[in-house]
């Protein structure tokens, strides 16, 4: 019985874990702004043709791995706003700094010739959601990828998981919360050195699971509670605030789920957003839409469950393809406006953004697939000790730069898998979409995986988090 047991769980991990482990090229350099000298950040680097590819970091500077079949393809650099870079990856040279010119295309001189297309920013815009339909996938495909999770405050990490990962989508059209599904392949790293001490995430997890719905932290005492049972709501919230299934399920994967009730560019989306045509660009010599993002007359009302995530008002950017209106990129920020809100923001996470999005997409084969994903949210996990017995003295509270934290989260799709036979073989088998679980290391695996570099300023936070958990460990 255990023989057929690992024979099953073997046969599990090569269809979901294993790669083949071939010759690559490895290509790395920085990507610069020609003027300006300054590094260009979310660059896209990719072999043309192909789904291999990934984004430049905070410094400019990318690692990819391309297998050597693929030696002869090209490899394209670009950004939006610049002239793209190509050349054949067998020529690609890592000691050369690349430098990238500026191109925008004349506003001006496209609305002339083209008098029947929308002009407003809010007309291109509702343009482009109706286009979605044709410009998103209609078939189901498997994406895999790589997550960086980290929280921090604001002085280092806290916390810090790097996965990779196998998406599951039925198509555009179909709902996201029946018809999608995620795997957690691998685990590169996982730290964990929060402090333990936020009666509210317990709090929020006893009226979850008991039903106290008139339940308050201040009627709590920590000195009564034990750490393990507030490790554990911990893990109930992290899951339910920072859980990948979230994300791709929740309003916030804005244009995926557009056709969702109460979607945040559904119907009513110009009730929530007002969008202004800023200029057009080039993005890979093709013309792209820049438009600024706004608040309308109402408040974007996110309506999770358990939280108040209401009150916010809407900014940031889109930019959508000139000639096809499919959109390529998505800047998004929530920003507080209730009083309420404002409110509860500045009390528990002293910040007014609570949600800030950036999602670019890939064309392959004439349609967009989720490229790179970054969300941040400020989070409750060390809210400070306050004291609960009569005649405490009340301790120092924690300094603010360590008191507030914020979770950040990084998905990098490195592949597309369009086979219906492939995609039929992988429904078979359990999927786990749980991120925090602890896993074993696979060198191997990571050896020519393709993942996001750090930037140094992250790396030295990581490095300085990894010798804190080691001494942990001791």
């Known amino acids: 019985m255990k023989v057929n047991y690992f024979k099953y769980l073997l046969t599990l991990s090569i269809f979901f874990f294993s790669f083949s482990i071939v010759a690559q090229k490895e290509l790395k350099n920085k990507i610069s702004d020609f003027s ?3 590094p260009i950040e979310s660059a896209s680097i990719y072999v043309q043709n192909t789904t291999i590819g990934t984004v430049s970091n905070a410094d400019g500077k990318f690692i990819l791995q391309v297998p050597l079949q693929f030696e002869s393809d090209t490899l394209v650099i670009s950004s939006i706003g610049y002239k793209s870079f190509k050349i054949p990856v067998s020529e690609f040279d890592n000691t050369q700094e690349i430098y990238l010119d500026e191109d925008i295309a004349s506003l001006d001189e496209i609305l002339l010739i083209a008098e029947t297309r929308p002009k407003t920013g809010n007309d291109i815009v ?3 959601l109706e286009k979605l339909s044709l410009n998103m996938p209609e078939t189901p495909y498997i994406q895999k990828g790589f997550l960086r999770h980290k929280e921090r405050n604001r002085r280092e990490f806290k916390w810090l998981i790097e996965s990779a990962i196998t998406v599951y989508d039925s198509s555009y059209g179909s709902s996201s919360a029946e018809n999608l599904k995620i795997n957690v392949d691998q685990v590169r790293k996982s730290y964990d050195l929060r402090d333990v001490d936020s009666l509210l995430t ?16 201040r009627n ?13 709501a911990i893990k109930w919230n992290d899951t339910r605030i920072n859980g990948l299934q979230n994300l791709f399920e929740s309003k916030l994967n804005i244009l995926r789920n557009v056709s969702e009730n109460r979607a945040l560019f559904g119907e009513d989306v110009l009730d929530k957003h007002q969008f202004r045509l800023d200029t057009i660009l080039v993005d890979n010599d093709r013309k792209i839409y820049k438009i600024e993002i706004s608040e309308s007359h109402q408040f974007v009302n996110l309506e999770t469950k358990g939280i108040f995530n209401d009150g916010y008002q809407a900014k940031g950017w889109l930019y959508i393809y000139y000639d096809n209106y499919a959109i390529k990129k998505l800047e998004y920020e929530l920003v507080a406006a209730s009083k309420a809100q404002k409110s509860r923001s500045k009390t528990l996470f002293d910040t007014q953004i609570n949600h800030k999005l950036i999602m670019t997409f890939r064309e392959y084969q004439d349609k967009m697939y989720p490229n790179y994903i970054y969300y941040e949210t400020p989070k409750l996990v060390n809210v400070g000790y306050k004291p609960t017995k009569p005649g405490e003295v009340n301790i120092e509270q924690p300094n603010t730069d360590e008191r507030f934290y914020y979770t950040v989260q990084e998905l990098l799709f490195t592949e597309i898998i369009l086979d219906p036979e492939t995609i039929a073989t992988a429904l078979q088998k359990p999927w786990d979409p749980d991120i925090f679980a602890v896993k074993p290391y696979n ?3 990571w050896r020519n995986y393709n993942t996001l570099l750090e930037s140094e300023e992250d790396e030295k936070l990581i490095q300085d988090l990894t ?3 080691r001494l942990f460990r001791e």
């Open 202 to 217: 317990y709090t929020a997890y006893l009226k979850e699971k008991s039903n106290r719905g008139n339940l308050q932290a």
């Open 126 to 128: 509702l343009k482009a």
């Open 36 to 38: 300006t000298l300054m």
């Open 467 to 469: 010798k804190r958990s």
């Open 220 to 232: 709590l005492r920590r000195d009564t509670i034990k750490t393990s049972t507030l490790v554990k």
């Open 443 to 445: 060198k191997e695996f």
